[in-house]
C-alpha cells in the first residue's frame, strides 16, 4: 500500500525561524512529489518535484528531493506569521495523489 | 472558470439523507479529483475521471458513494443514505495532466447530524 509520512506532524517558532519539514515516502510507480500549503480548506500548489527536477526554490521556501532516500525536505527561512498553515505532501504514482498527514506550522511574532 | 469552484461551500444534512456536492474544474482540465479530509488527516483519495469516464474509483468507501462527469467538465459527487461519520471536507482538484500540478477548489464542508 502506497504510503506517505511527514515529520513533525506540528511545529510551533517564532518569526525570523528558518523551518525544515520532511517527507518520506512507499509509492510503487513514483511519479512526482508535491507540497502543498493549506490554511483553510483548500490546498494551495507550492511545489512539484519530479525525477528530472530535484531542487525548487520560490522566495524563502525551497525543496529538495531524494529519489535514493526515498524523501523531500521543504525548508522555509526567514519565517512570518502568514507562513502558519499545514504543510501537505503527497506523491504521484501511476494514477493519483498519495498525501500524508500534514505538519501544522505555527509561527508566532 | 478562473479556479476550481465547488458548491455549496457548507452543507448540513441529517442522517440518513442524500447530497450531492458539485466541483466545476478548470477549464480544459481533463483530470478531475476528489478527496476526502477529516479533522487532522491528509486528504484521502476516493476517485479519479480522466474525461468522462472514471478512471479510477478505488477510494470510494462503499456503495453509497458515487460520482459522476457526463460531459467530461463538472462533476458531482452523490452521497446517499448519509452517516454522521460522512461528515468531512469534500475536495475537488482538477489537472490538465493527470498526477501534475492538481489545483484545489475551496471544498464543500459536509456535517451529518
Known amino acids: 500500500e502506497d504510503k506517505v509520512v511527514q515529520s513533525p506532524l506540528s511545529l510551533v517558532v517564532h518569526e525570523g525561524d528558518t523551518v525544515t519539514l520532511n517527507c518520506s515516502y512507499e509509492?510503487?510507480?513514483?511519479?512526482?512529489l508535491l507540497w502543498y500549503k493549506q490554511e483553510k480548506k483548500a490546498p494551495t500548489f507550492l511545489f512539484m518535484l519530479?525525477?528530472?527536477?530535484i531542487e525548487k526554490k520560490s522566495g524563502r521556501l525551497s525543496s529538495i528531493l531524494d529519489k535514493k532516500e526515498l524523501s523531500s525536505i521543504l525548508n522555509i527561512t526567514a519565517t512570518q506569521t502568514g507562513d502558519s498553515a499545514i504543510y501537505l505532501c503527497?506523491?504521484?504514482?501511476?494514477?493519483?495523489?498519495?498525501f500524508g498527514k500534514g505538519t501544522r506550522l505555527s509561527v508566532i511574532a | 472558470g478562473a479556479g476550481v469552484s465547488q458548491t455549496p461551500s457548507n452543507k448540513v444534512t441529517e442522517k440518513g439523507k442524500y447530497v450531492e456536492l458539485r466541483c466545476d474544474p478548470i477549464?480544459?482540465?481533463?483530470?478531475l479529483y476528489w478527496y476526502r479530509q477529516s479533522l487532522g488527516q491528509g486528504p484521502e483519495f476516493l476517485i479519479y475521471?480522466?474525461?468522462?469516464?472514471?478512471?479510477?474509483d478505488s477510494g470510494l468507501p462503499n456503495d453509497r458513494f458515487f460520482a459522476v462527469r457526463p460531459e467530461g467538465s463538472v462533476s458531482t459527487l452523490k452521497i446517499q443514505r448519509t452517516e454522521r461519520g460522512d461528515s468531512a471536507v469534500y475536495l475537488c482538484?482538477?489537472?490538465?495532466?493527470?498526477?501534475?500540478?492538481?489545483?484545489f477548489g475551496q471544498g464543500t464542508r459536509l456535517t451529518v447530524v
Open positions: 482538484a482538477s489537472s490538465s495532466t493527470g498526477v501534475g500540478e492538481a489545483f
Open positions: 509509492v510503487t510507480n513514483f511519479r512526482s
Open positions: 519530479t525525477s528530472s527536477g
Open positions: 503527497a506523491v504521484g504514482d501511476r494514477i493519483t495523489l498519495v
Open positions: 477549464s480544459g482540465h481533463t483530470a
Open positions: 475521471f480522466q474525461g468522462t469516464g472514471a478512471a479510477d
